[in-house]
Nanobody, 121 residues
């Protein structure tokens, strides 16, 4: 059974940093594309950063966020630096088998429950 579980969210002041983790189980991690998505109240879920056949970053996070994966630990990370109030959202980890090139929610079938990130001004 494919499972992904997020952790690492919290409350941070603007300019601060957080590192999100996504622990995967039930599948061969190296065979799956992995991504981070976020959803703010009243907004659509958007792709933040994905690691598939290529690495994608949303324009709004380029230069501030870094995605990485530790295949030995079946874990995906999102290092978030210089956080801004507009980064406030529920952050979700997603997984999908195969070569994914688009960081789109439509491409991913397996989702975690999310971890809340709140950035105060």
């Amino acid at each position: 059974q494919v499972q992904v579980v997020e952790s690492g969210g919290g409350l941070v002041q603007a300019g601060g940093s957080l590192r999100l983790s996504c622990t995967a189980s039930g599948f061969r991690f190296v065979d799956y594309a992995m991504g981070w998505f976020r959803q703010a109240p009243g907004k659509e879920r958007e792709g933040v950063s994905c690691s598939g056949l290529n690495t994608y970053y949303a324009d709004s996070v380029k230069g501030r966020f870094t995605i990485s994966r530790d295949n030995a630990k079946n874990t995906l990370y999102l290092q978030m630096n210089d956080l801004k109030p507009e980064d406030t959202a529920m952050y979700y980890c997603a997984a999908q088998r195969g070569g994914i090139t688009r960081c789109s929610r439509d491409e991913y079938n397996y989702w975690g429950q999310g971890t809340q990130v709140t950035v105060s001004s």
